[in-house]
């Protein structure tokens, strides 16, 4: 089946401190990868689209230049929060699509704290 | 806009049938997923309506109904490692939007 991975899975950051996560399609490509955030006990919401190639589409409410977003190859996406602040901590979540297909594989997440 | 309601928690016995509702105001959604959470993981995924119906996958089963803009996962036999959250997602244009979630609680 396909497997995605993301990493770190938890990570703590001081306040003002950038973070990066990084999310891999292992055995697929994915032309498509998805970032969520899910604070506890809450859905995950959608924070934006990432296309292989091309910038990523942010969801309303969510802010692009805290948030970077860089899907470099067919494999990979990267997440950017910057300048973290406590109201960042939150559980992020990718998932990857592979071309052509309409089902979503998601990443095991990445608890992040900020201090 | 788009959303999903769901219940915010269903308690349910070992051994039981528990049905667990979503309902949703948009337009364009193309299906009906449904995703198992348990605490602190992935969302993993249990099914698809495509179109109006039941799809059964084993124990769990889910049920669409455009026309009420209603949707149902059914859980069957419940074991104790049901237990878990449960969320419906709209399959919009290029991305899911997941409903409010459900936790489901198995007991003895």
């Known amino acids: 089946g396909a497997v995605v991975s993301q990493h770190p899975s938890r990570v703590i950051c001081k306040s003002g401190t950038s973070v990066k996560i990084e999310c891999r399609s292992l055995d697929f490509q994915a032309t498509t990868m998805f970032w969520y955030r899910q604070f506890p006990k809450q859905s995950l919401m959608l924070m934006a689209t990432?296309?292989?190639?091309?910038?990523?589409?942010?969801e309303q409410g969510v802010e692009k230049d805290k948030f970077l977003i860089n899907h470099a190859s067919l494999t990979l996406s990267t997440l950017t929060v910057t300048s973290a602040h406590p109201e960042d901590s939150s559980f992020y979540i990718c998932?990857?699509?592979?071309?052509?297909?309409?089902?979503?594989?998601f990443g095991p997440g990445t608890r992040l704290t900020v201090l | 806009g788009q959303s999903l309601e769901q219940p915010s928690e269903v308690t349910a016995v070992e051994g039981a049938i528990v049905q667990i509702n979503c309902t949703y105001q948009?337009?364009?959604?193309?299906?009906l997923s449904w995703y198992q959470q348990h605490d602190g993981g992935a969302p993993t995924f249990l099914s698809y309506n495509a179109l109006d119906g039941l799809e059964e996958t084993g124990r769990f089963s889910s049920f669409l109904s455009r026309s009420d803009s209603y949707g149902y996962l059914l859980l069957q036999e419940l074991q104790m490692k049901d237990s878990a959250s449960y969320f419906c997602?709209?399959?919009?244009?290029?991305?899911?939007?997941f409903g409010t979630g459900t936790l489901l609680a198995v007991q003895p």
């Open positions: 997602a709209g399959d919009a244009t290029n991305k899911l939007i």
């Open positions: 990432s296309n292989e190639g091309s910038k990523a589409t942010y």
């Open positions: 948009t337009s364009g959604f193309y299906g």
């Open positions: 998932s990857a699509r592979p071309g052509g297909d309409n089902e979503q594989f």
